[in-house]
């Protein structure tokens, strides 16, 4: 897949002693200093169920839903990275994990879903791909039909984040908004498997995928992550 990389808005943020350009609110040239790939090829820097995650030609997947963590932890980034569904898949790249032993309230997801699906088609909103995860919904829907390669952008800086999709910039979230367990700044109800604020997370954690969820596969490539100093 020929990389898209968009022009952006730039904007500067405050980030400890520096200033760090955000978002980008697109996709960014990950040829550029700065950039490394987030595992490495034999998995040894990940956290991770023995037998379930494989690592071939490139392409990372799981025969089990069970996730795939960084053994690092990370705050202030830029992660970019391809992911590919199947009928049905329901999938999600997890940032700010900070319990991976009970990570769902722990963490942010950041949905991967075959919203081509009947399923997940007429699922409420803030349950398809692109959102965040029974907090916000995306701007639009623009996820491939399953079998083709798609592309995010998840960028993080301090409560900050932002999702970029197929070249759509589809999430731009503040945490410190949600104040909440049980409704969001709109009114919707949170799953109440999400039982802690977004506001009250840490911002800084591991970095996850969910595997082999509602028995669909899900598969994910050119993992990359830039730090923002």
Known sequence: MKSLILTAVVTFVFVGSHYAQVPPKAHPDTTEPGWVDLFKPDLSNAIRPEGIWSFQGGVLTASEDRAIWSQGQYGNF????????????????????????????????????????EKWANAPATWQCGAIFGHLAARKRVVKKPGEWNRYTITCVDKKIWVALNGELIIEMDMSRWTS?????????????????????????????????????????????KELK
Not at 181 to 190: C, L, Q, R, V, Y
């Open 181 to 225: 367990a049980k409704t969001n700044p709109d009114g919707s109800e949170i799953p109440a498997w999400l039982s802690k604020p977004l506001d009250e997370l840490p911002v800084r954690g591991h970095i996850g995928f969910q595997g082999k969820h509602a028995d669909a596969p899900i598969w994910f490539r050119n993992i990359k992550i």
């Open 78 to 117: 830029i992660l970019d990275l391809e992911f590919k569904t199947a009928p049905g898949t329901n999938s999600g790249v997890i940032v700010h994990a900070s319990n991976l032993e009970d990570w769902i309230p722990n963490s942010v997801e950041v949905q991967i879903a075959d919203d081509h699906h």
